[in-house]
C-alpha cells in the first residue's frame, strides 16, 4: 500500500521500474479516480482524486524521496529530481514525503519487498515440475501456485496459459497464470481465497489413483499409505473412504485395457473378458462367428444367466439404443420377468437390424436353453423382431411394450416438429398425451376412440398438413384403415389387460434398464474394451439380484415411493375403466404418460 498527502493507494501493476497506484477508495461507493505511479523512490500524481484525505494517515520518510506533481497543461514527466517539466512547473519539494507501508500478498500474508514490486513480469521463483503440475480427476494437467490451482486453458509458442479452476464455478474467479518451461508468472490477479488444504487433498487423491495402478495391495491399505500424515483438514475434504476404495478397484479393472478396435474384424476378446465376475466365474461370450464373417454376431450370456431366463415365462427384448456415427455395431438385449421383476440376461452386439441377424440370434438363445419357450413375448415396435418370433415360437405371444409405444409416438412428434409447440402449450402438449392412453383401452373400442381424439385434435388446434401427417402416422402403425391392416395389430400393443394384473412394474423396469443401459451402450464409442467392463459389472449386479431373489428376499420393484403411489393409482384407473365415460378416462390416464 501506498501512502501519499494523505491519500491511500492500492498497486494496480508493474511495467519496467514503474509501478502504478490507484486510489483505494475507487472500490467503494465513492469510486475516486486518483491515480498515481511511483519511478524509484519518486511519487508522481497522474489523475486528481474526487475523494477527501484523511488527517489520521500517517506518513513517514522513505530515503528522503520527493513528490513530483503533474501540472495541468503538461504532457511530460520528469524521469528524475532534478528535471523540470517541459511546460514550465517547477518542482515543489512536499514536507511529508511518501511512504511506501507495504503490499500484502493474498497468499504468503506478509509484506512483499520494494524491489519485488517493481520487478517486470513478477516472475515467481521457479519450483520442481512435482511441486507445480499434478492432474484433475479426469487426468488432465493442474498447475499448483501459491494456494491456487489452475487448469490449462491454451498453449502458443511454448507458453502455456492458465485459468483459475473457479473461474467454471459460481465464484468466476478471474486469476489467469502462465508457464514457460517451468517458470510461473501470474498475469491476473484471483479474487477467490487460495486453499493449501484443496492442493493437499488433491495430491493425496493422485496419490491414491497413481498407487491404484502400481501397488498389489488391498484398496483400505493403498489409501492408509496415502493418508499417512495428512492434516484433518485434508482427510475432511476427501470423498468418503468406501468411495475412494471404488475408485481405486475401478482403475484396477480399467487399466491395460487393448488398443479400440475400428472395425468388427479387430475385435480380440481376450480371457480376462471372457469370464464372468461372479463366483461361479463361468464363460460369458455365448457366440462369437469369428473375424470372418462380414457380418459378425457376438453374443454375451452365462450359463446361469440363460438358466434364469428358461425359467420366466415372460420375456422382453430391447433395441432402442442410440448408436453412435463410429459405432459398427448395435445392442440387442433379451430381458426376461424373473420373480416379477424385468432382468437383463442377454446381450447381443448386431451388425445391422436386418431379420436375417435377429433370427440367428435368437435361435442361438433358443438352442442354449433345450426345450422351454415363452409364453409372452414383450417387444418394442420393429417388425423384424416380430416376424423373427412369431416364426421360431408361433406359440408365443407377441405383445408390444407401453414405453416402447410411447416412445414411437414421440418419436413421430419430433420428426413433424411438433415438439416446440409440444414444449410451449400445455394444452397441445396433453392432446397429443391422449393418443398414447388408446394403448390402455380394450381392443373393440380403439378404433371409435381414436377417430374421436383425431377429430377433435384437428378441430381445436387446426387441420394442418404436420397434424394431418402425424394422425396418418398412427394410422399406418398402429389403427389401421378399411381396406389396409396397420403394420402392427391392435391386439398386439394394446396393453390394458397386462398392465391391470402385471406391468406397470414392467414398464417402469424396462424404462429403469433402457436409461441405464444406454449409458453402458454410450461407453462402446470410446473403447470397445470398456463397453466388455461395463457390461461385466452389469452382470455382476444382475446375479445378485437375482440370488436375492431366489432366496426369497422382496426387492421393491421402485426407485422412490412416488412412483409406487404412481402405478397405484393408474391400476385403480384402469380398473375401474368400464364405469368411466371416454373423455375422464383419457383425462384421468393422461397425467402418467411421460416422453423420454
Not at 455365448?286 to 464373417?293: F, S
Not at 442354449?368 to 418370433?389: A, L, Q, T
Amino acid at each position: 500500500m501506498l501512502i501519499h498527502n494523505g491519500y491511500k493507494y492500492i498497486r494496480e501493476y508493474s511495467r519496467g521500474l514503474n509501478t502504478y497506484w490507484c486510489c483505494k477508495e475507487l472500490r467503494t461507493k465513492i469510486k475516486c479516480r486518483g491515480r498515481s505511479k511511483t519511478v524509484g523512490d519518486q511519487v508522481i500524481e497522474t489523475q486528481p482524486h474526487t475523494c477527501i484525505p484523511s488527517s489520521s494517515v500517517v506518513e513517514g520518510p522513505l530515503n528522503g524521496s520527493n513528490t513530483v506533481q503533474k501540472p495541468q497543461g503538461c504532457n511530460t514527466l520528469p524521469s528524475d529530481g532534478g528535471s523540470q517539466c517541459v511546460a514550465g512547473a517547477s518542482k515543489t519539494p512536499v514536507s511529508s514525503t511518501p511512504k511506501i507501508v507495504s503490499f500484502i500478498s493474498p497468499i504468503q500474508k506478509k509484506p512483499i519487498k520494494k524491489e519485488v514490486l517493481n520487478r517486470p513480469n513478477k516472475k515467481c521463483p521457479k519450483p520442481s515440475p512435482s511441486e507445480i503440475f499434478t492432474t484433475t480427476t479426469r487426468g488432465n494437467q493442474m498447475l499448483v501456485h501459491k494456494g491456487y490451482r489452475y487448469i490449462k486453458d491454451y498453449g502458443k509458442a511454448g507458453r502455456i496459459y492458465w485459468a483459475c479452476k473457479e473461474y467454471k464455478t459460481n465464484e468466476k474467479c478471474p486469476g489467469r497464470a502462465k508457464t514457460v518451461d517451468n517458470d510461473v508468472f501470474v498475469t491476473q490477479p484471483h479474487s477467490c481465497v487460495p486453499s493449501l488444504t484443496l492442493i493437499e487433498a488433491t495430491r493425496i487423491r493422485n496419490n491414491i489413483l497413481q498407487a491404484a495402478k502400481t501397488s498389489r495391495e488391498s484398496p483400505k491399505a493403498v489409501i492408509n499409505q496415502c493418508l499417512a500424515g495428512a492434516s484433518d483438514a485434508v482427510i475432511a475434504t476427501l470423498p468418503k473412504i468406501s468411495s475412494l476404495a471404488t475408485t481405486i478397484k475401478r482403475k484396477r479393472r480399467l487399466q491395460g485395457l487393448p488398443d479400440n478396435p475400428r472395425s468388427r474384424s479387430e475385435i480380440v476378446i481376450h480371457e480376462d473378458y471372457r469370464k464372468t465376475r461372479t463366483q461361479l466365474k463361468e464363460e460369458f461370450v455365448l457366440l462369437d462367428t469369428g473375424a470372418g464373417d462380414p457380418d459378425r454376431l457376438i453374443i454375451f450370456a452365462s450359463s446361469t444367466d440363460l438358466d434364469r431366463l428358461s425359467r420366466c415365462g415372460t420375456w422382453l427384448a430391447d433395441s432402442s439404443f442410440k448408436s453412435g456415427p463410429g459405432a459398427f455395431y448395435h445392442l440387442w438385449v433379451l430381458y426376461g420377468l424373473y420373480w416379477n421383476r424385468v432382468v437383463p440376461f442377454v446381450y447381443c452386439l448386431i451388425p445391422n437390424k436386418s431379420e436375417e441377424v435377429y433370427k440367428r440370434a435368437l435361435t442361438c438363445v433358443l438352442n442354449s436353453i433345450g426345450e422351454r419357450r415363452p409364453m409372452m413375448f414383450i417387444i418394442n415396435f420393429e417388425k423384424s423382431v416380430e416376424n423373427v418370433i412369431r416364426s421360431l415360437i408361433p406359440q408365443t405371444h407377441v405383445a408390444g411394450c407401453w414405453f416402447h409405444f410411447n416412445q414411437a409416438i414421440w418419436q413421430s412428434i419430433q420428426k413433424l416438429g411438433l415438439n416446440t409447440r409440444f414444449d410451449q402449450e400445455p394444452e397441445y402438449a396433453l392432446a397429443l398425451k391422449k393418443f398414447s392412453v388408446l394403448a390402455l383401452c380394450d381392443v373393440q373400442n380403439v378404433f371409435q376412440r381414436f377417430e374421436h381424439l383425431a377429430d377433435h385434435f384437428l378441430q381445436q388446434f387446426g387441420d394442418t398438413e404436420a397434424h394431418q401427417d402425424f394422425i396418418e402416422n398412427i394410422e399406418n402403425m398402429f389403427i389401421g384403415r378399411p381396406r389396409r391392416s396397420p403394420l402392427f395389430p391392435i391386439e398386439m400393443w394394446t396393453s390394458k389387460y397386462i398392465t391391470e394384473f402385471q406391468l406397470p412394474s414392467t414398464k417402469n423396469s424396462v424404462e429403469f434398464w433402457n436409461r441405464n443401459l444406454q449409458n453402458i451402450w454410450s461407453s462402446l464409442r470410446q473403447n470397445f474394451f470398456r463397453f466388455l467392463v461395463r457390461i461385466l459389472n452389469e452382470n455382476e449386479k444382475v446375479d445378485a439380484i437375482c440370488s436375492k431373489l431366489d432366496a426369497g428376499e422382496e426387492l421393491s420393484v421402485y426407485s422412490k415411493v412416488e412412483y409406487k403411489q404412481a402405478n397405484q393409482r393408474l391400476l385403480e384407473i384402469i380398473q375401474n375403466y368400464s364405469n368411466l365415460n371416454e373423455n375422464d378416462y383419457f383425462t384421468q390416464c393422461v397425467n402418467f404418460v411421460y416422453f423420454t
